[in-house]
């Protein structure tokens, strides 16, 4: 196979392409939520290296079936696991035309039209929470990437280059790629502080208070408090108003990690829930998981671009028109990657082509099904159902541990759901994570069928 394959050879590798796909698509709704194990030899034999000549498109699927065997199938309907990812067919057309344009978008002036493209996606983003006429943002990789982005601007706003004293806020809640990423931008694991949080497992706004002042009497700089828009744990949203009070007078940066919830901001209900986090100085969001495009795109917006470009362009944003191009800005400066894809393709398409209406009502499907399941949940002996789901995460607990566990084993043994556990406050809790737009009622049903079979047999 030729690096330079003539029109026909490319129409026939596409078509072979589509045909795959169209046929795991036609599956996705009735597919189930887990596979089957590979053997050791079947591993052992998907990481061979490849042969010094190519072989058909054919028997490279097949292997690509074969590798597809295992794991969580995430586009089933019944994936209720972590936090569920449905894909979308529109966006990997999308994705297939932004790899096969193959366009820089780092730096503006390589592509303009497609970068402006990107920052309008950003701009609806930034739209959604009132940050004002001077927010900004990038798509990168992940809430990861958006998260470790936001701990380096704040740390270059609030600290400069000396933060050997700076302090972070979070909770034994907060995800723990925050974590991650204050270590990665050269923080100890003494400058993270957990806070106490509540019986409906929210930070405390008044131990943030009282925590800052102790800390700024002795010596130390606080200068960051995460919350959450939805903890990957339980799906608790903080109480953003009082959190953002705190730190408007505390002089603290205020960072939310959105990346599963804050696009409910698109629905009535999550709006309610949400309110306060247009105070934020910086938010993680992840299209990847609210909107359902393909894995590898998160969001960061920010109140004020400035703060970005000051933290990634590499000098004072009084030079910041040299970055951009007929009044574009280079994406580049404003985060750490400098070479990478055209993510925007992937969620500026499936908008475009779809609108955002249906968006939104996925979203509010999901919260339906949350609330009913949380309602069949609370009537079931043995089962302790105290947190009422602020999204689309139902957590709840068993009054006996190792009955939680032997219900999760039979609700994923028959592969028709998957559903994954979590601890809080050393107890064992199981969780029903729905994000997927094929979930159905159907589907939670069945988890809580099983639950409930399990803790009467």
């Not at 894995?295 to 917006?301: C, E, P, R, S, Y």
Request: aromatic share 6%.
């Amino acid at each position: 196979m030729t690096l330079e394959p003539d029109r026909a050879t490319r129409a026939e590798l596409t078509s072979f392409i589509v045909e795959y796909l169209a046929d795991w698509h036609d599956r996705a709704a009735t597919m189930p939520a887990s596979g089957h194990d590979l053997t050791s030899e079947e591993l052992e034999y998907l990481q061979g290296p490849p042969a010094e000549t190519g072989r058909d498109l054919a028997s490279i699927l097949e292997d690509l079936d074969l590798a597809g065997k295992a794991g969580i199938l995430h586009p089933s309907g019944g994936h209720m696991s972590y936090i569920p990812n449905a894909g979308l067919y529109t966006a990997a057309m999308a994705e297939f035309l932004a790899a096969g344009l193959n366009r820089y978008t780092g730096v503006a002036s390589a592509a303009p039209g497609f970068t402006a493209i990107e920052h309008g996606v950003v701009d609806w983003m930034t739209s959604l929470f009132d940050l004002g006429p001077d927010a900004s943002g990038l798509l990168l990789s992940g809430g990861s990437m958006a998260n470790l982005t936001g701990v380096v601007t704040a740390r270059t706003t609030r600290l400069g280059d000396d933060f050997s004293d700076g302090v972070i806020y979070v909770t034994p809640h907060t995800h723990h790629s925050v974590a991650k990423a204050a270590r990665i931008a050269g923080f100890r694991n003494d400058q993270i502080l957990p806070l106490a949080v509540d019986a409906d497992l929210r930070m405390d706004p008044e131990s943030l208070r009282a925590r800052v002042v102790s800390d700024r009497g002795s010596g130390r700089r606080p200068f960051l408090v995460v919350a959450s828009a939805g903890t990957t744990d339980t799906g608790t949203v903080d109480r953003l108003h009082a959190i953002a009070q705190v730190a408007e007078d505390e002089g603290l940066w205020l960072h939310v990690d959105g990346a599963y919830g804050a696009f409910y901001q698109l629905t009535e209900r999550g709006r309610t829930v949400l309110a306060g986090l247009e105070r934020a100085n910086s938010i993680a969001l992840d299209p990847h998981k609210g909107l359902s495009i393909p894995f590898g795109v998160g969001a960061l917006v920010v109140r004020d671009e400035a703060d970005l470009v000051d933290a990634h362009l590499g000098r004072g944003a009084y030079l910041r028109a040299e970055d951009h191009y007929q009044g574009v800005r280079d994406i580049a400066s404003l985060g750490p990657e400098l070479s990478r894809p055209f993510r925007g393709l992937a969620v500026w398409l499936p908008l475009q082509l779809h609108g955002v209406a249906p968006f939104r009502d996925a979203l509010d499907l999901s919260l339906d099904l949350a609330e009913h399941a949380h309602g069949r949940l609370a009537t079931i002996d043995g089962v302790d159902a105290r947190w009422r789901p602020d999204l689309s995460i139902v957590a709840f607990m068993f009054d006996d541990d190792d009955k939680g566990k032997a219900a999760l084993e039979a609700v994923n043994r028959d592969r028709a759901v998957h559903i994954s556990p979590t601890v809080v406050g050393g107890r064992f809790v199981l969780r029903l994570a729905i994000l997927n737009r094929r979930t159905t009622v159907e589907h939670v049903d069945h988890a809580i069928d099983v639950i409930e079979k399990t803790l009467i047999g």
